[in-house]
């Protein structure tokens, strides 16, 4: 790997004190104090103190508060998994609209001790009476998107408690119980309303049409929650003190699940067809992680019914016969052999990535070295392909489903190196709209293609009973040619979540970047159509030049939300947190 050095850290901390003492409108004093006058202008000092003692546990999540909650097991004692679940617990209160314990996930866990990294699969499941059509009008068009979202026939079965639990067993330090202490803590005293989430708030059109969504975001005349309003959340907290003293039994069967099932199948907009049966029956899955060579590392993702890992081990493998180095990263080269190789990846996973419990993905295939030079040179450097046909034999239909920008990244690294990569959802912003005791419903459902059968061929990704839907979701962890883990980072953003997560990955890897100077970088990301340039940045500048090569651009806002932690050399850490959302990536205090 290329040297980072040391020096960055400092820039790195005065970075997460700029976001975590300036923000005041995202913290409130339970997780992260105002400063002082004179605490505000002392970042000279605590970058001299950082320097003398390197970061060796660290926590980048999307909030402040959940970062701050990640910190404070790590500082108590726990392990990665603990922080994790503390922070995931604290996201679904200040950031709803992203994720929490009514959407599922997908978790990467490493231990050195062991040298064993596993993939956990916390995807929500079709319900046993769910049918392929069920997103088909009377007539047998599709449903609207916007139209299949609000009420219960998207909601999936919830799958992230039992993830967290599975993984706690396996890698928990600390009590269960201990791990909901401040996301209780917080929803009692109240947190205040951020900007994002105030604007979001705003913005949407379906949430105002919950009854129990409504009366949680608006004031009593119907306006938005006012930026710097303190929103408490006493039903979440009464929902997580007993999962706490419990487990997760307490949410997947009983008084719980009894209100989300009525709450599903009582929806006055698309009833759905969820049972307490389907609840119980629930199991998140331990799987074989994705992994695969990049030049000189190993990088690893998550397998199927996500599509992430498969992609950017293909998009790697493609732009492995090109030096990215050699240009700069927002150079027209750079950015057309990101969309050329997206491009390609896209059209593989439209057509074959699905829940593999289902349907024969030949992933093995997919990511074949020669397979992917053959893919690989299909790209002319002096001019743009057409969109891209599948590389393997069409077995199944092809549907592109839509997939919004939501979703939450955490990353962490323990004083013992152990690291945990997290991306979780409730699909879109809010979910399915649905609120109960607390928390949002997911909508996780229109995440499978709506058409069953394309020219009389199934498409892989069709509902069917019990099935977990396709995702973009792609944590991801890169080791060094020693097998010393390098790199955490993932991101939320659809399915663009992919060119997302390569893009961090080349700037790290081939352009020698600090974590938050990958994560910084203007996006441009291709899903086997037009070539996205993330509007107002370096990107965008190279609209005309990519447009001479052929590529049909279009400049648009892209707001990625990518949590990383890089390993120096010399075992310290370095993080970063995306600016385009409100996250922080913080050290914790830990002796290794």
Not at 185 to 213: M, N, Q, W, Y
Not at 456 to 482: C, H, I, Q, Y
């Amino acid at each position: 790997m290329r040297s980072n050095s040391d020096s960055r850290l400092p820039n790195l901390v005065r970075r997460a004190l700029a976001r975590a003492l300036g923000g005041a409108l995202l913290v409130s004093a339970l997780l992260l104090p105002l400063p002082t006058a004179a605490q505000s202008t002392a970042a000279p000092q605590v970058e001299e103190l950082q320097a003398e003692a390197p970061a060796r546990a660290m926590v980048s999540a999307a909030n402040p508060h959940a970062t701050r909650a990640g910190v404070a097991m790590l500082e108590a004692g726990g392990s990665a998994v603990d922080a994790a679940i503390a922070a995931q617990l604290v996201l679904g209160l200040v950031e709803p609209q992203s994720s929490g314990i009514g959407g599922g996930a997908f978790l990467l866990h490493h231990d050195p001790d062991t040298g064993e990294t596993r993939a956990y699969d916390g995807r929500e499941t079709a319900p046993l009476a769910a049918t392929a059509d069920q997103f088909l009008t009377a007539d047998g068009t599709p449903l609207g998107f916007w139209d299949a979202v609000p009420g219960g026939l998207s909601v999936g079965v919830p799958g992230v408690l039992k993830m967290l639990e599975l993984t706690h067993t396996e890698h928990g330090r600390l009590a269960w119980a201990r791990l909901f202490e401040p996301a209780i803590a917080l929803a009692e005293t109240g947190f205040l309303v951020s900007p994002r989430l105030h604007a979001l708030i705003e913005r949407d059109r379906l949430l105002p049409k919950s009854p129990a969504a409504a009366s949680y975001f608006y004031t009593p005349g119907g306006d938005p929650r006012p930026v710097g309003t303190i929103l408490r959340n006493p039903a979440y907290a009464e929902t997580l003190r007993r999962i706490a003293a419990e487990g997760t039994d307490a949410f997947y069967e009983g008084e719980i699940a009894a209100d989300i099932v009525r709450a599903v199948r009582g929806a006055s907009v698309n009833p759905g067809r969820m049972t307490q049966a389907d609840l119980a029956a629930y199991r998140a899955v331990r799987r074989a992680p994705l992994c695969g060579d990049y030049r000189d590392w190993q990088v690893c993702g998550m397998p199927p019914p996500t599509s992430g890992g498969v992609a950017v081990l293909q998009m790697l493998g493609i732009l492995e016969q090109h030096d990215l180095g050699t240009a700069e990263p927002s150079d027209p080269r750079t950015l057309h052999l990101l969309a050329e190789a997206g491009k390609l990846a896209f059209a593989d996973r439209n057509a074959f990535l699905a829940d593999p419990d289902f349907v024969e993905v030949p992933v093995d295939n997919l990511l074949d070295p020669d397979y992917l030079a053959a893919r690989g040179s299909l790209i002319d450097l002096q001019r743009a392909l057409p969109e891209a046909a599948p590389g393997l034999e069409l077995r199944n239909g092809t549907w592109m489903q839509v997939e919004p920008p939501s979703t939450s990244h955490l990353s962490v690294v323990d004083a013992e190196g152990r690291a945990v990569s997290m991306t979780s959802s409730i699909e879109n912003a809010f979910g399915s709209r649905l609120m109960v005791r607390g928390f949002l419903l997911n909508n996780q459902l229109t995440d499978f293609a709506f058409v069953p059968e394309v020219d009389g061929r199934p498409v892989a990704n069709r509902v069917e009973p019990g099935k977990r839907p396709r995702s973009s979701m792609s944590p991801t962890l890169v080791f060094d040619d020693g097998g010393g883990l390098r790199l955490v980072v993932g991101s939320p953003g659809g399915s663009r979540i992919i060119g997302y997560v390569v893009r961090a990955l080349t700037g790290v890897l081939d352009h020698g970047l600090g974590v938050q100077e990958a994560i910084d970088l203007p996006h441009a990301v291709n899903r086997n159509g037009p070539t996205d340039l993330e509007s107002g940045t370096a990107a965008a500048a190279a609209k005309t030049a990519l447009e001479a090569l052929g590529h049909v651009v279009r400049e648009t806002e892209m707001t990625s939300g990518l949590h990383g932690i890089l390993v120096l050399d010399d075992g310290s850490l370095e993080g970063g947190a995306d600016p385009r959302r409100e996250g922080i990536a913080l050290p914790a205090n830990v002796q290794p």
